[in-house]
């Protein structure tokens, strides 16, 4: 072919390679999932020889010795392990695709005029064709939950879960999100003491104990509506804190307002892991945090997840800098919780059931049962080991292409060279 051909078609190729990339299959496949070592992330535990059937997107029988209906594919699984598919974290994946380049973040609201805006929702500016999709999918992550940054205020705004199936749009509720401690302490005037002032005015804003003409309102007429949601337990509000001092006062303001919170973060959390269990605080935890980044991060340990189980707090993890571009790291921040004391089947509960349900899509995802939907990964080996690898990944019963912009891009670069150069040839 020639080179001024290859030119002419090169855009059409490179369309391909992207459709590859982000398109997920179109049509639900019913199919037996047989002989895996089932790990449901619920009540039965891991099943040796089990088998799934998957019909209509949906998990419909889990057991040994399932009969394939007709027309129904079947998957030899020969013993290798099955999960749901993982929690990527809280990310930015759909609202950011370069965080250098600010024309593809969408996460953080700055505005100098009323910039405690818990109205905003990024989930409004997902893109279910970002090019960060298909590479947390090829390992095994089949949902998140895009969190608000904070920009010009201390609340940062809405988030929530996506399925990262092409899907557009959020399942189950919002939540809104807010920083707490010496980080957020800039954007209160330099005070932490200020947050808890602030938040006491918004309160009082949002329950319509502040006129709302008053010159010295924090919140718009949205934003008092929105928090008055969160305030009737219609939704959770996911805090980002870490001291131990911190983390009390915010236990004593939950409880007062009667909301429900999760922490973020919480790298002393563990000092208060009896107070969080009694109150049903879940925690998502930065399982690789070891040595203090900071003065709120004095007692960070790797057994911070360990201890808070210990005391009956469901754990999740979550990971602090550059968290969608790799999620990846999911597993390990798990796996490394578990060799610091987590048991095994709490660090995969930790990237399954209990973010489902501490983000309220526990009845439809986290858990292999009948009725929820087949968000499937089938594995070459331990999936918290970061040296094995998922083989397959189905979501909603669709088998996922096993493939993204960086497998594209090697298997370009270690193709055998030829007459022309790899930008015609390709």
């Known amino acids: ?22 398109a997920p299959s179109v049509f639900a496949q019913d199919l037996l999932i047989r002989n895996a070592t089932v790990h449901t992330a619920a009540a039965r535990g891991s099943l040796a020889h089990s088998d799934v059937l998957v019909q209509g997107g949906v998990i419909r029988a889990v057991g040994p010795g399932l009969s394939a209906p007709a027309g129904v594919a079947v998957v030899e699984a020969a013993g290798k392990p099955l999960t749901p598919a993982l929690f990527g ?5 759909g609202i950011e695709e370069v965080s250098g380049e600010s024309a593809t973040v969408d996460s953080t609201l700055k505005l100098e005029e009323q910039p405690l805006r818990p109205e905003f929702d990024v989930t409004l500016a997902f893109n279910p064709d970002s090019v960060l999709i298909p590479v947390a999918r090829l390992d095994g992550i089949g949902f998140t939950v895009l969190g608000a940054n904070t920009g010009g205020g201390f609340i ?7 399925r990262l199936d092409g899907s557009a749009d959020p399942v189950g509720p919002l939540a809104l999100f807010i920083r707490l401690g010496a980080s957020g302490a800039e954007l209160t005037g330099s ?41 009737a337990g219609q939704g959770r509000i996911v805090v980002q804190v870490d001291r131990a001092a911190d983390i009390r006062q915010l236990l004593r303001w939950a409880g007062r307002e009667k909301v429900k919170i999760a922490i973020a973060g919480g790298a002393e959390a563990w000092r208060l892991a009896p107070q969080l269990a009694q109150a049903g605080v879940p925690v998502f935890v930065d399982g690789l945090g070891n040595l203090p980044s900071s003065f709120d991060q ?16 469901q754990v999740s993890f979550a990971q602090r800098d550059d968290a969608s571009h790799n999620a990846r790291k999911m597993r390990q921040l798990a796996g490394n919780a578990v060799a610091n004391g987590l048991p095994w089947d709490d660090g995969l509960a930790g990237l399954t059931r209990v973010p489902a349900q501490a983000l309220g899509v526990g009845d439809r995802l986290g858990t292999i049962e009948p009725g929820k939907l087949a968000d499937l990964v089938l594995w070459e080996g331990d999936p918290l080991d970061v040296g094995h690898y998922a083989e397959q990944v189905w979501l909603g019963g669709r088998a996922m292409p096993m493939r993204s912009r960086q497998t594209e891009l090697r298997d370009r670069y270690q193709a055998p060279a030829s007459s022309e150069p790899r930008a015609y040839s390709r």
């Open 156 to 162: 940062a705004g809405q988030g929530g879960v996506m």
């Open 1 to 22: 072919m020639s080179r001024r051909v290859s030119m002419r078609l090169l855009p059409q190729a490179l369309l391909l390679i992207a459709g590859a990339c982000v």
């Open 191 to 231: 005070s932490r003491a200020a947050q808890w002032m602030l938040l006491e005015q918004m309160v009082s804003e949002a329950r319509g104990r502040v006129p709302a003409d008053s010159p010295h309102a924090l919140l718009t007429p949205a934003g008092r509506a929105t928090l008055a949601r969160y305030l």
């Open 89 to 93: 974290g809280i990310t930015d994946i």
């Open 298 to 313: 004095l007692g960070a340990t790797l057994q911070n997840a360990a201890r808070l189980k210990a005391a009956g707090v």
